[in-house]
């Protein structure tokens, strides 16, 4: 049925995009080509309605779009408001890289988990090797998907992903972690519970290993760096599982869940 003539067709929700720079209020600017793109023609938004930018720095900008024209979006902002949606708690996913789209899947729901960080680290098990020119060109695509994230699930802070290094590398540049700080590695095998620790006052910072986990030797060497085993009950997960397992439940006992 055909809505009557003076009904205003309703823009749809959720229209969030990441700007490179702050608009300031009031002026017009150019959404950067992707996201004019998504808002053209996967939204189909037109000129007068709403949209939200942020620029990943903290707080969102309302704003509405003045102008569609030869694949340019031209928006302006409205007005500011400092809401913030990051978690209490930050954590640091250090990830062995994984193969596929499990990688791409597991950068995604960490966003939307509430990370705070991001490291790729190549472990001997690692079924990716990237190096150089090819490991830039990889962060940089994970860190697009961050934005990408950020900009579906309401962050206005970018988490950082980090360029992929080796594990031995990663370790090997910490410093010995402060009495706040808690580290920990995941492990079936491991005789505590995520539930059966303190409240940490510091950051976490969770190790989880790539396709068929870290080696017997990789658990001790992150152990002498401080990290410590616990289990998400007895079933051994994916890897693109493990780690999201984890930070839900790290947001459900410390966090805002």
């Known amino acids: 049925m055909k809505p009557p003539a003076n009904v205003a067709r309703m823009p749809r929700p959720g ?10 209020i009031g002026t ?16 189909r938004l037109t000129e007068g309605d709403p949209a939200t930018v942020f620029d990943g720095n903290g707080g969102e900008y309302a704003a509405v779009i003045t102008r569609i024209a030869r694949g340019e979006v031209i ?16 954590v640091v996913l250090v990830q062995g890289v994984s193969s596929g789209d499990r990688m791409d899947y597991t950068i995604r ?64 540049e910490r410093p010995a972690p402060g009495p706040a700080e808690l580290r920990l590695t995941l492990s079936p095998a491991a005789d ?11 950051a976490v910072t969770l190790l989880a290993g790539p396709e068929g986990g870290l080696t ?8 002498s760096h401080g990290f410590r085993g ?4 007895p079933r051994v997960l994916r890897t693109e599982t493990a780690a999201l397992a984890a930070l839900a439940a790290i947001q459900t006992l410390w966090g805002d869940f």
């Open 192 to 202: 505590r519970r995520l539930a059966d620790l303190p409240r940490p006052e510091g």
């Open 15 to 24: 229209a969030r995009f990441h700007v490179r720079a702050s608009p300031g």
């Open 109 to 172: 729901k960490a966003v939307e988990l509430g990370i705070g960080r991001i490291a790729p680290v190549f472990t001997e098990r690692s079924v990716v090797r990237l190096t150089g020119e090819r490991a830039d060109r990889r962060a940089t695509h994970w860190q697009v998907l961050a934005i990408a994230a950020c900009e579906q699930c309401g962050r206005n802070r970018i988490p950082v992903v980090n360029s992929p290094v080796t594990l031995v590398q990663w370790l090997s």
């Open 28 to 43: 017009e600017f150019a959404l950067p080509s992707e996201a004019a793109h998504h808002a053209a023609r996967v939204l």
């Open 75 to 90: 928006v302006r902002a409205t007005a500011f408001s400092d809401v913030e949606r990051e978690s209490p708690i930050e």
């Open 230 to 233: 616990a289990r998400l009950g």
């Open 216 to 223: 017997g030797d990789e658990a001790e060497l992150a152990e």
